[in-house]
């Protein structure tokens, strides 16, 4: 079965720069999530989108911004990169909310 | 805002044995969801089992069992015949799409260990 697809695996940035991650959820899933996880740490929702529109929103950073395309992919665009920045990305899809989600294997950041 | 608690950060079992790891939680709604989430070494995130609140009768997925108290706000799973591949790391999370969405909010995990 198809599963939540992240690119890159893998991203090092100079502090100050841009990333960009993407997202491809399960086709027919309505909804996708960014969480971030923290070395050690449990994962924080980001925000969220619903049929391509915002619907939710965490502790998502100013200089972090994201959205959902016509084809249901999403990106999550990561400014004025900091160390503290470093983490794993998780993306995540859901159809029916209460079934819980899948989530993608996520993308591992490192900015030095 | 609710909270969810895992009071175990690590905990070791033998192969075969059963092993119960704890989690509490803090809502004032009545109508949610709760799930354990197993991550191993990978980092991948991957569903173990859920609960809905409005249903009494505890979860089940072949060696993983819940035992759901909704008024003490406790969600405990049980692995039993605890294999080596159940070695990761188990949150807890909880959702509530009435006020938060269908966000999920984790706790901060136990580290379980599984010894041959």
């Known amino acids: 079965a198809a599963g939540v697809i992240q690119s890159p695996r893998h991203l090092i940035k100079e502090k100050r720069e841009t990333a960009t991650l993407k997202c491809y959820p399960i086709?027919?899933?309505?909804?996708v999530y960014w969480y971030q996880q923290g070395p050690g740490q449990d994962p924080q929702f980001l925000i969220s989108?619903?049929?391509?529109?915002?619907?939710d929103k965490g502790s998502i950073p100013d200089r972090f911004s994201a959205q959902q395309f016509s084809d249901y992919h999403s990106e999550l665009n990561m400014s004025s990169l900091e160390l503290g920045d470093s983490a794993l990305y998780f993306c995540?899809?859901?159809?029916?909310?209460?079934?819980?989600?899948?989530f993608g294997s996520g993308t591992r950041l490192t900015v030095v | 805002a609710q909270t969810v608690t895992q009071s175990q950060p690590e905990m070791s079992v033998q192969e075969a044995e059963t092993v119960t790891l704890s989690c509490t939680y803090d809502t004032s709604e009545n109508n949610y969801y709760l799930f354990w989430y197993k991550q191993p070494p990978s980092r991948q995130m991957i569903l173990v089992i859920r609960?809905?609140?409005?249903?009494?009768q505890n979860a089940t997925e072949n060696r993983f069992s819940v035992n759901f108290q909704k008024a003490a706000k406790s969600f405990s799973l049980k692995i039993s015949d605890s294999q080596l591949g159940d070695t990761a790391m188990y949150f807890c999370?909880?959702?509530?799409?009435?006020?938060?969405?269908?966000?999920?909010?984790f706790g901060e995990g136990t580290q379980l260990t599984v010894n041959p």
């Open positions: 999370a909880f959702m509530d799409q009435e006020t938060s969405g269908s966000r999920l909010t």
């Open positions: 086709p027919r899933h309505d909804t």
């Open positions: 609960q809905e609140a409005y249903k009494q």
């Open positions: 989108f619903y049929e391509k529109m915002q619907s």
């Open positions: 995540a899809s859901s159809r029916n909310q209460g079934y819980g989600y899948t």
